[in-house]
């Protein structure tokens, strides 16, 4: 029964795949190519570069992918909502939790140790996004040859548009998109 | 009816766009939830992100449902699933038709580069945002938080997961409001 087999195999990842984004990868790799061989190692490499290319979480970009070549359509749901039962259930406990206890004093000491460290992360998550867009994959250095303008000048341009003006970041990437076209064919 | 629909229509909207991993999705989240419609405050939304971070899962798909539930509750966590699901559903199952074409092809390629470049300066604005928040607040503790988790995480890769809980205890310990600011 492969659509059962999806479902279960994906709840297993949706249920221990901490961390989410590049920490999955291994979880996946092991279900999908290792245990069940639905997709070999090369079109697994080639998910991995299409999630970055694309929208979504890459668990759930995976288990469409898997489901699709495996069982169709219907696989890549039934894979997709396995992928996302767990930590549906798993963060509504959760919150209830929060709701219930969150006027205690040791709550509120933990959610006021844990603001500045969402900031922390949010930060170092974005960095990272900016040494890729800047560097495509190579080790920061000063020197022009590797180092990306157009990229840099998008980045600069969109920050100043979303701080100055407020534009809706969906249009601000969009255009950037548009001007990425134009600019890097021209060079 | 209306809210659900809300919900799900604005994480379907945001899902589209969120390139590059889990946190991308938060700007996105805070400018639509807390500036356009109001119906989630900035203190509540970083809590809201600690717990779609401390659970298994895709940050983006956690933080979405959690918001749904705030607003709306079960229902509203399922409106705002299936909102943030269906994009990559769809997207992927459209490219896995051609997605040897799409890999290959220098136009998405140069359309994706320009994409990546804005998408770091969205979260660099929000970044901006709330890091000012925090200091603003004077007081010690929350920026020495700030900036020794942005260093565990950046500088030396140390895992969300690690950072999530060492934080929690530490604001368990010394972060907890006096008895007065309790009575207020």
Redesign the interface.
Known sequence: MIYLQLFLSFFQIGLFGFGGGYAVMPLIQNQVVDIHGWLDMSAFSDIITISQMTPGPIAINSATFAGIQTAGILGAAVATLGCVLPSTIIVIVLVKLYIKYRDMSVMKGVMSGLRPAVVAMIASAGLSILTLSLWQGNAPSLGAESFDFIAAGIFVLSLAVLRIFKVNQIYVMLSAGIVGLLAYMLV | MKTYLTLFFSTL?I??????????I???LR?RFINSLHWIDE?EM?????????????????AS??IG??VAG?RG?LSA?LGT?L???V???V??MF?AA??DSA??????????????????????T??HN?INDKRI???L??????TA??LFGV???Y??IV???????????KRKE?AK
């Open positions: 909207k899902s589209a766009f969120t390139f590059g991993g889990g946190f991308v938060i700007p996105m400018s203190e970083l809590d809201l992100i600690a717990i779609a971070q401390s659970a298994p899962g895709a940050v983006a798909v956690n449902v959690l539930y705030r079960i966590a699933l699901v994009p990559p559903l997207i992927i199952s490219i896995s997605y799409f890999r136009a998405v390629s140069r359309v994706l580069k320009g994409m990546q470049a804005a998408v770091a300066a969205v979260i660099a604005d929000v970044v901006i709330m890091a925090v503790f929350p920026v938080i700030m900036i020794s988790a942005f995480a950046y895992n969300v997961i950072i999530v934080c929690a205890v530490i604001g368990a310990l010394f972060m907890r409001p309790d």
